[in-house]
């Protein structure tokens, strides 16, 4: 089992920006660095989808909503994901989950966290 923890969220102005974070504790450097590691997001009312994945070899994925705005980034070293979020709209106000599977990126990840609120006002 992998836990995974969300930070860093909150509430911005559209234009702003934000920087959520995810921590693995306990997950060893070894095993963290084979993991695909993303940002799946969910609004109010919506279904979730994928905003961003990063595969263990460093290649980045985007959603086109996305793209050019987020920036995804990993630390092997500290276990830690990381999510740029510059050019905030008000529709990116989601909860932004965390997730982790080993191996290569699927549809379905094996790990999700708990979740970061981020709200962004016109």
């Known amino acids: 089992q992998v836990q995974l923890v969300e930070s860093g969220g909150g509430s911005v102005q559209a234009g702003g920006s934000l920087r959520p974070s995810c921590a693995a504790p306990?997950?060893?450097?070894?095993?963290?660095?084979?993991?695909?590691m993303g940002w799946f997001r969910q609004a109010p009312g919506k279904e979730r989808e994928g905003s961003a994945r990063?595969?263990?070899?460093?290649?980045?994925s985007y959603a086109d909503s996305v793209e050019g705005r987020f920036t995804i980034s990993r630390e092997n070293a500290e276990a830690s994901l990381y999510l740029q979020l510059d050019g905030l709209k008000p529709e990116d106000t989601a909860m932004y989950y965390c997730?982790?599977?080993?191996?290569?990126?699927?549809?379905?990840?094996?790990?999700w966290g708990q979740g970061t609120q981020v709200t962004v006002s016109s």
């Open positions: 997730t982790a599977e080993p191996g290569i990126c699927s549809t379905f990840p094996t790990y």
């Open positions: 306990g997950v060893f450097y070894s095993s963290y660095s084979t993991y695909c």
């Open positions: 990063i595969a263990s070899n460093g290649v980045t």
